[in-house]
């Protein structure tokens, strides 16, 4: 029972910490580009086709957005 004592505001202040964390993240702005770092790893940074890439996925209409045929 005496460990209850300790282990329980020890679990809150982790939570605690994890929380702070997490808001500073967002308000940082680690989550503003989820999409870059994907490009960056397949293409060159002095390839001329990096940006023509990442246009043609925004030009195109996703697949999903279509309603699908009726039989």
């Known amino acids: 029972m005496p460990a209850l004592y300790v282990m329980i ?3 809150l202040l982790i ?3 994890a929380v ?3 808001f500073w993240a967002v308000d940082s702005g680690q989550y503003d580009d989820l999409e870059g770092p994907a490009h960056s790893i397949l293409f060159d940074d002095q ?3 990096h940006t ?3 246009e043609e996925t925004k030009a ?3 697949k ?3 309603a ?3 039989a």
């Open 64 to 66: 999903h957005d279509k």
């Open 47 to 49: 390839d001329p086709k």
């Open 9 to 11: 505001p020890a679990a």
């Open 15 to 17: 939570v605690a910490i």
């Open 52 to 54: 023509a890439a990442v």
């Open 60 to 62: 195109t209409p996703d």
């Open 68 to 70: 699908p045929p009726h």
């Open 20 to 22: 702070y964390i997490f």
